[in-house]
C-alpha cells in the first residue's frame, strides 16, 4: 500500500462482511423453512420477506465490495490520492445507511410499494443509492482523469459507470407485466452478465498484476480479450431471459446462440489466472488471496458459465424455467464469480492496509474450503432438485406442491450445505478481523518483497 | 507490424464492438416493446383495475415466493396461468371467486405444508389481483409453462 | 506485382464456383435437389470458404489458423448438408 | 517440481508480445478476438437452423421457394468483388500507394452499399408477400440469420470509412479483415439458406 487514501476501502469492506453475513443467516432462515415450514410464525417472518433480505443483502455487500476494490486499486493504478476521501466517506455513510435501513425495513413489512424481485427497496433508498454512485462516479473518475489511465481503470469505470446507469431502469416500473420484465432485466441481467463482469475481470487483472509479477502489457491485452467477449456476447445473451414473458419468439433464437458462448469469457479468465500464476516469476507469500482469485475464475466458470449453459437453450429452458434448476445455477455463479471476487480482493489488501504482510491466513484459507463445499454442495442437491421437479412437474404434469413434497430430501441436504457456508462466512470475518500472532511471517524468511 | 497492436487499438475495438451489440440489442428491445404492446398482450383489457392488481401483487412482494412467468422465487407455485388452471377461461367468474377464497383462507396452518401469510387485502384490491391474474393469463408466453392437460 | 496476380486468380476461381453453385443448385429449380447436387453444393461452398480464409483474409501465411477456422467451416457445412439429407421429419408429432 | 513442466504451456499462451496466438494474424489480435465470435453466432445459428428444420422439412422446403436465389447469386458475386477491391487495397497500402488503396477501399465499401441495396429489395418482397421474422420456422431463421449479417455489412461499411479517414497500412489490415469476414459468412451461410433444399 502507498496511498493514504486507499484505506478508504477499509470502511467499505467492513461494512460489506457485516451485511456478508446478514446475507448468509438469512439464507440459512431460508433454507430451514422450506425444511421445517411451520417454525417461524408466518407473521412475523413470512418467506417473502426472509428472501428478499437474502437477496438484497447479497446485491448491497457486492456492491460495497466493489466501491472498496475501487478505492483500493484506483489508486495505486492512477498514481495518485483519491480525489475526494472525504465524499467517500459521504457516499459510504449514505449508502451503507440506505442499506441497513432497507433491509432493516423489510423485517417490519416496509418495501417499496412497485417493489420487484432485486428491487424492492423503497424509492427513497433507490435515490439515495444513485445519489451515493452519482459521488462515487464524480470521485474516482477525477482520480483517474486526473491520473495515469492504465486498462484496469478503463475497464473498472466503464463497468461502474454501467451499474450506475442501468440501475436507473429500476425507477421505470410500468403496468404492462411483459415490458416491466423487460427493463427488469436491463438492471439484474445487464448488470450480472454484463458490467458486474468487467469490474470482476479488472479486479482479477489487479490482483494477477500485483501477485504474479507478469509484465502490465500482457495482463491488459488479456484484460481487453476476456472483456470483448463479454460484451460480445451478455449484451444479446440477455435475450435467454425473453423467452417466455411475451417477448417475439426470435428471442429463442438469440438467446440461445448468444448465452451459449457466454461460457466463453468465463473460460478465458480460466486460463488467464492460471496462465499468469504458472508465468508468474515471483513466489507471492499471500497465499489466501492468490487462493481465492484461482478459485474465483473456476468457480465462475462452472457456476456461470457450465450451470448457466445446462439450462440456456431455449429448447430445455422451455421445461426447466422457473425451477430449482435455476436456484442451483443462481447459488454457484454469484458465489463463484462476484463473492470470491470480493474475498479475494480483500484477502489481498487487509495485510496490507493493517500492516499485518506478510501473514499466512491459515484461516483464510480454511474458511474458502468451507464455504465452497458448502455453496458446491448446496448446488448439486439444487440440481438434484431441479431435475426432478422439472420431470415430474413439467415432463409429468404432477402438480406442484405434489412435487416440492417429494424434494424434502434434498431441501435437507441444502440446508447442511447452508449451515456449513455460514460457518466458513463467519470463520472468513473473524480471519480478517482479528490478527494472529502465529500467522505472521519473520521477515527474513523473505524471497521477494511484497507487492510493491 | 508493432504498430497495429496499440492498446489504443484495442479499445477502440471493445468499444466499438460493444457498441455495435449494444445498438442491436436496443432495436430488438423497441421492436419487442411494439410487439408487446400491440400483439403478445391485451393492451386493450389493460385497465385501471389490472394496474392497481398488479401493485397489489408488487406491495405484498407476492414474487418473492411465488413464481410469475416463471420469474420470482421458486417457493410457491407459478401464477402466470393460475387463472386458466382454474377454469377461468370458461368460468371467469367463478376462477375470480376461487382467487378471492383462497385469498381469504391464508394461511392454512396445515403441518408440515408451506404457509401463505394472510394478506390484509379489501375485497377491492381482492377484486384488482384477480383481474391482474386473468390478465396476465392471456399474454401469449409462446406456449410456456408446459403443462401436460392441453 | 505476384500478390495482384494471385488475388486476381482466387477472385475468378470464386466467381466462377459460385456461376457453378448457380447452375448446379439453380438452373433446374427441383423442388428438391438430389444426393450428388448436395454434397456438390456443400464441396463447392467449402472451397469459396478455404479461398476467401486463405488468400484474402491472408491465412495462407498462418497455416494452423488456417487449419482451424477451414476445420470449423467443414464441420457446420457438413452438418448442415447432412441435415437435408432427412426430408421428412425425425420428430414427428402425434 | 512440477512448475517446470507447465512454463512450456504458459510461455505459449503468452509470448513476447502478448497477444499469444492471436499476433500472427493478419490486422489487430482483437479483431480477431470479435471476428472469432462472429463466426462462433453465426456458426450455431446455422446449426440451430440444421436441427429446427429436422422438425419440420416439407414446410421449410415450401417457404424456401419463396427465396429469390438470382438476387442472392448476385449479391454473392458483389460480396466477393468486393473482398477483392479490399485485399488489393490492403496489398496497395502495404507498398506505401494511399492513392491507389483509397479508390480501392472505397469501391469495396460502395458495393457493399450495392449489397444492401439488392437485399432490401429482396426484404421487401419477403414482406409484401407476407412473411417476416415473427412468421416463425424458416422465415424467422432466415430474417435473423441474413439480418444479422446485413447489420455487419453495415458495420463493416462503418468499419471501411474509419480506415479511409485513419489510413494506416495496419489500420487497412484490421478493417480489412472484419470485411473479409462479412464475405466469408455470407459464402457459408447463401447456400444454406438459399440454395440447399
Not at chain 2, 436496443?26 to 398482450?41: D, E, F, I, Q
Amino acid at each position: 500500500m502507498r496511498y493514504e487514501s486507499q484505506n478508504i476501502a477499509k470502511i467499505y469492506w467492513y461494512g460489506a462482511l457485516l451485511i456478508f453475513a446478514v446475507q448468509v443467516v438469512f439464507g440459512l432462515i431460508g433454507g430451514t423453512i422450506y425444511v421445517l415450514p411451520n417454525l417461524f410464525p408466518t407473521d412475523l417472518l413470512p418467506f417473502n420477506v426472509v428472501r428478499m433480505i437474502h437477496t438484497n443483502a447479497l446485491v448491497v455487500w457486492l456492491l460495497l465490495g466493489f466501491f472498496g476494490a475501487a478505492y483500493f486499486l484506483i489508486p495505486e493504478e492512477a498514481e495518485r490520492e483519491i480525489h475526494s476521501p472525504f465524499l467517500a466517506y459521504v457516499q459510504f455513510a449514505i449508502f451503507f445507511f440506505g442499506a441497513l435501513a432497507a433491509v432493516a425495513g423489510y423485517l417490519f413489512h416496509i418495501y417499496a410499494d412497485q417493489a420487484r424481485s432485486y428491487l424492492e427497496q423503497p424509492l427513497w433508498v433507490k435515490l439515495g443509492i444513485i445519489v451515493a454512485a452519482l459521488i462515487f462516479l464524480f470521485n474516482i473518475s477525477m482520480t483517474v482523469l486526473q491520473g495515469r489511465k492504465t486498462a484496469i481503470t478503463n475497464v473498472l469505470l466503464l463497468g461502474l459507470w454501467g451499474v450506475a446507469i442501468f440501475f436507473l431502469f429500476s425507477l421505470y416500473n410500468p403496468a404492462n407485466l411483459s415490458v416491466d420484465k423487460m427493463f427488469w432485466w436491463y438492471v439484474v441481467h445487464l448488470w450480472v452478465e454484463g458490467v458486474w463482469e468487467l469490474v470482476m475481470a479488472s479486479i482479477l487483472a489487479f490482483i494477477m498484476l500485483k501477485m504474479t509479477g507478469v509484465d502490465r502489457e500482457v495482463i491488459e491485452k488479456w484484460l481487453y480479450v476476456i472483456v470483448a467477449t463479454t460484451l460480445f456476447t451478455g449484451v444479446l445473451g440477455t435475450g435467454h431471459h425473453y423467452y417466455w414473458i411475451g417477448a417475439p419468439g426470435y428471442w429463442q433464437w438469440i438467446g440461445s446462440v448468444f448465452s451459449a458462448l457466454e461460457v466463453v469469457p468465463f473460460f478465458g479468465m480460466v486460463v488467464f489466472t492460471f496462465a499468469m500464476v504458472w508465468k508468474g516469476r515471483r513466489d507471492h507469500p499471500n497465499k489466501a488471496a492468490l487462493l481465492w482469485s484461482l478459485g474465483c475464475s473456476v468457480l465462475a466458470f462452472f457456476g456461470a458459465g457450465v450451470w448457466g449453459f445446462l439450462h440456456t437453450l431455449s429448447s430445455v429452458n422451455f421445461y426447466t424455467h422457473g425451477t430449482q434448476v435455476t436456484a442451483a445455477h443462481g447459488h454457484l455463479a454469484f458465489y463463484g464469480a462476484y463473492v470470491c471476487v470480493n474475498l479475494a480482493i480483500m484477502s489481498y489488501a487487509f495485510p496490507l492496509l493493517k500492516n499485518r504482510a506478510p501473514y499466512n491466513q491459515v484461516l483464510n484459507m480454511l474458511s474458502f474450503w468451507l464455504i465452497t463445499s458448502g455453496v458446491v454442495f448446496m448446488t448439486v442437491t439444487l440440481t438434484f432438485a431441479g431435475v426432478l421437479q422439472t420431470h415430474l412437474e413439467r415432463v409429468n404434469g404432477i402438480p406442484y406442491m405434489d412435487v416440492q413434497d417429494q424434494l424434502g430430501f434434498f431441501y435437507l441436504l441444502r440446508l447442511g450445505a447452508g449451515a456449513v457456508t455460514v460457518v466458513g462466512v463467519l470463520l472468513f470475518i473473524y480471519s480478517i478481523l482479528v490478527p494472529r500472532e502465529q500467522e505472521a511471517i519473520a521477515p527474513t524468511s523473505l524471497t521477494t518483497a511484497p507487492a510493491e | 507490424m508493432s504498430e497495429i497492436l496499440t492498446k489504443s487499438t484495442a479499445r477502440n475495438i471493445f468499444y466499438g464492438g460493444s457498441a455495435f451489440f449494444f445498438a442491436i440489442f436496443l432495436a430488438l428491445t423497441a421492436h419487442s416493446y411494439l410487439y408487446m404492446v400491440n400483439k403478445s398482450t391485451d393492451s386493450a383489457g389493460l385497465t385501471d383495475s389490472v394496474e392497481r392488481g398488479k401493485r397489489v401483487w408488487e406491495r405484498n412482494a407476492c414474487f418473492d415466493c411465488h413464481t410469475i412467468y416463471g420469474e420470482g422465487a421458486r417457493f410457491a407455485p407459478e401464477v402466470g396461468d393460475v387463472f386458466k388452471r382454474w377454469n377461468g377461461e370458461t368460468d371467469p367468474a367463478g376462477a375470480k371467486q376461487m382467487i378471492k377464497d383462497w385469498m381469504k383462507s391464508q394461511p392454512s396452518g396445515t403441518p408440515g405444508r408451506r404457509q401463505m401469510p394472510h394478506f390484509d387485502l379489501s375485497d377491492q384490491q381482492l377484486d384488482d389481483l384477480a383481474d391482474f391474474l386473468a390478465w396476465a393469463s392471456r399474454t401469449n408466453t409462446q406456449g410456456w409453462p408446459p403443462r401436460k392437460s392441453k | 506485382m505476384g500478390n495482384t496476380g494471385r488475388l486476381l486468380r482466387t477472385w475468378a476461381m470464386l466467381m466462377s464456383l459460385s456461376l457453378a453453385f448457380a447452375i448446379v443448385a439453380d438452373a433446374t429449380r427441383p423442388t428438391r435437389l438430389s444426393h450428388v447436387a448436395l454434397l456438390l453444393v456443400g464441396v463447392v461452398a467449402v472451397l469459396k470458404a478455404r479461398l476467401v480464409l486463405a488468400d484474402y483474409l491472408g491465412l495462407r501465411a498462418t497455416p494452423t489458423a488456417l487449419a482451424g477456422f477451414s476445420t470449423a467451416v467443414v464441420a457446420i457445412i457438413a452438418l448442415v448438408v447432412l441435415s437435408f439429407e432427412f426430408p421428412v421429419s425425425l420428430f414427428a408429432r402425434q | 517440481m512440477r512448475r517446470e513442466e507447465v512454463v512450456d504451456i504458459s510461455t505459449a499462451v503468452v509470448d513476447e508480445d502478448g497477444w499469444g496466438p492471436l499476433s500472427g494474424l493478419p490486422g489487430h489480435p482483437l479483431m480477431w478476438v470479435l471476428i472469432a465470435s462472429e463466426l462462433a453466432v453465426f456458426g450455431l445459428a446455422l446449426l440451430g437452423y440444421a436441427g429446427a428444420r429436422l422438425h419440420d422439412p416439407i414446410a421449410f422446403a415450401a417457404a424456401q421457394d419463396h427465396l429469390d436465389r438470382l438476387a442472392g447469386v448476385i449479391n454473392t458475386a458483389v460480396l466477393l468483388t468486393s473482398g477483392f477491391f479490399a485485399a488489393l487495397a490492403v496489398d496497395a497500402r502495404a507498398r506505401g500507394r494511399r492513392g491507389a488503396a483509397r479508390l480501392r477501399l472505397t469501391l469495396a465499401a460502395a458495393l457493399g452499399v450495392v449489397f444492401l441495396v439488392v437485399k432490401s429489395v429482396e426484404y421487401s418482397r419477403d414482406l409484401a408477400q407476407g412473411f417476416d421474422i415473427d412468421s416463425g420456422g424458416f422465415f424467422t431463421i432466415y430474417f435473423l440469420i441474413t439480418g444479422f449479417h446485413a447489420l455487419h455489412v453495415v458495420l463493416g461499411i462503418i468499419i471501411l470509412a474509419i480506415v479511409l479517414r485513419f489510413d494506416s497500412p495496419g489500420n487497412y489490415e484490421t478493417g480489412a479483415s472484419f470485411w473479409h469476414m462479412v464475405d466469408l459468412v455470407w459464402i457459408v451461410i447463401f447456400p444454406c439458406l438459399y440454395l440447399l433444399r
